[in-house]
């Protein structure tokens, strides 16, 4: 397909159909294309012979295609995603968009499946599971996976594509949030239920229906870690309210408070309610006093909940034994957001690590190097350095020399200390605390 329409063909938008339907050539493939990508109706001969009489057949039974007289046209669409074939309703057309549309592979199920661990897990589970992709993510790498969604035609949709995709170890249950699953535990769960805050219950998949402000969200957050495994984790994309943008994260900051787990906190974007009313009412910008009607209800809605900042981020959590737990906030950009997995359990480590020492100085011991995608960025005649994650979150730390003197003799073999000693630097507060900040971001890895 990349061959065909270029790395965005995947990602194809209505507005791109007439344009990518024209490069397409009149071939089996370019076909196919057309039908399943594109939406766009073709003879019923064509058809046949791009997915042979089977796989039309199988289309037709499905409901996912119907006939239009002599020709086949998709009342849905298969896209490829993570190399998995994800089938979901067709084009998003706005406001006539049906209550229960299930939406497509869509920006932020890539941020979430960017997140998740990948290790081996036993069972897995992914709450408002949508078309599935969390959910046949995880099938790849858990012994048996449950998805549960309130919305049946997601609950279908999930269905077909686990059997699209060959996927035998994944199981659908009806339902709303955790009651499918009451007192199962799993070794990670995965959420992206509809968390945008919003005063309407236009779309199952983006409003949270039934739930006043961010209280699913907060719903979410605090019982993912009764649901977990100890070792286990939980990956979910929500939302949280505060009264203004100095100080935005005491609300998940509570709903984190003595759950048994470390946490990491992502704040991926943040707005005040008029700037979130737009963003999330876009689609209706065509028509100025439509939107501005929907701004002006958004907004005088936010304005009785007392919010002045909205934020839209990733909960990260790993549940271990102890007494002392941590939780850890950084920003991140969704734009540069890349498969964080690997670093995901580095911060982890990390946090263990750290729970409950008073000083860095109590790091001394310990065997660390920098991860192999970190990079130390000097700048010739400036003092100090800045050193890059190329990858996961992207994070970026700003350095002295002495530190990077340190980072240089960091091998995995030597101990901080004698690390230190080789530099020949002197064991100041302010490069133990960088140290202890590049090993929370996952930019040095444990080696003891």
């Not at 100095?246 to 048994?260: M, S, Y």
């Not at 002006?296 to 271990?320: N, P, Q, S």
């Not at 700048?379 to 970026?396: F, Q, R």
Request: aromatic fraction near 6%.
């Amino acid at each position: 397909m990349t061959d065909l329409l270029g790395d965005d063909g995947p990602s194809a938008g209505l507005s791109d159909v007439a344009v990518f339907d024209r490069r397409l050539p009149d071939t089996p493939l370019g076909n196919a294309i057309r039908l399943l990508l594109l939406q766009v109706p073709i003879a019923r001969d064509d058809a046949t012979a791009a997915l042979g009489r089977d796989g039309l057949d199988a289309l037709l039974t499905t409901g996912l295609a119907h006939e239009d007289g002599d020709r086949i046209a998709m009342r849905g669409r298969i896209v490829p995603a993570e190399g998995l074939l994800m089938s979901f309703d067709g084009f998003a057309v706005g406001h006539d968009d049906p209550h229960g549309y299930v939406a497509s592979y869509t920006p932020t199920a890539s941020w979430l499946a960017a997140l998740t661990p990948r290790r081996r897990f036993g069972r897995a589970l992914d709450i408002g599971t949508g078309s599935g992709a969390q959910a046949l993510l995880a099938a790849r790498h858990s012994e048996h996976v449950i998805a549960t969604d309130l919305n049946p035609r997601a609950v279908a949709f999930t269905a077909l594509n686990a059997s699209l995709n060959g996927i035998d170890n994944l199981e659908v249950r009806l339902g709303s949030l955790f009651e499918p699953v009451a007192g199962e535990t799993f070794d990670l769960i995965t959420c992206n239920a509809p968390y945008v805050v919003s005063p309407e219950d236009r779309w199952q998949y983006r409003d949270a229906a039934g739930f006043e402000a961010d209280q699913l969200s907060q719903t979410v957050v605090t019982e993912v870690p009764k649901h977990l495994n100890q070792n286990g984790f939980g990956c979910m994309l929500v939302s949280w309210l505060a009264e203004s943008d100095e100080d935005p994260d005491v609300r998940v900051d509570q709903w984190l408070q003595d759950n048994g787990c470390d946490a990491w906190v992502l704040g991926l974007s943040g707005a005040d309610p008029l700037d979130h009313a737009a963003g999330w009412n876009e689609h209706l910008s065509v028509d100025a006093e439509v939107y501005g009607a929907a701004l002006d209800k958004w907004t005088a809605y936010f304005e009785e909940l007392g919010v002045g900042w909205i934020t839209e981020g990733a909960v990260l959590l790993h549940k271990r034994p102890g007494e002392v737990h941590m939780i850890r906030t950084d920003p991140v950009d969704e734009d540069e957001l890349e498969y964080a997995g690997d670093q995901v359990e580095r911060v982890f480590r990390a946090l263990e690590r750290v729970a409950g020492i008073d000083d860095p100085v109590e790091l001394l011991d310990e065997r660390l190097a920098l991860v192999e995608d970190a990079r130390i960025q000097q700048s010739a005649g400036e003092e100090g350095a800045t050193v890059i994650l190329e990858e996961g979150t992207w994070h970026e730390l700003e350095v002295d020399d002495e530190t990077v003197d340190v980072l240089v003799e960091l091998d995995g073999r030597a101990t901080l200390a004698e690390a230190i000693d080789r530099a020949r630097v002197p064991r100041r507060r302010s490069t133990l605390a960088d140290i202890q900040e590049l090993l929370e971001l996952g930019m040095l890895d444990l080696r003891s």
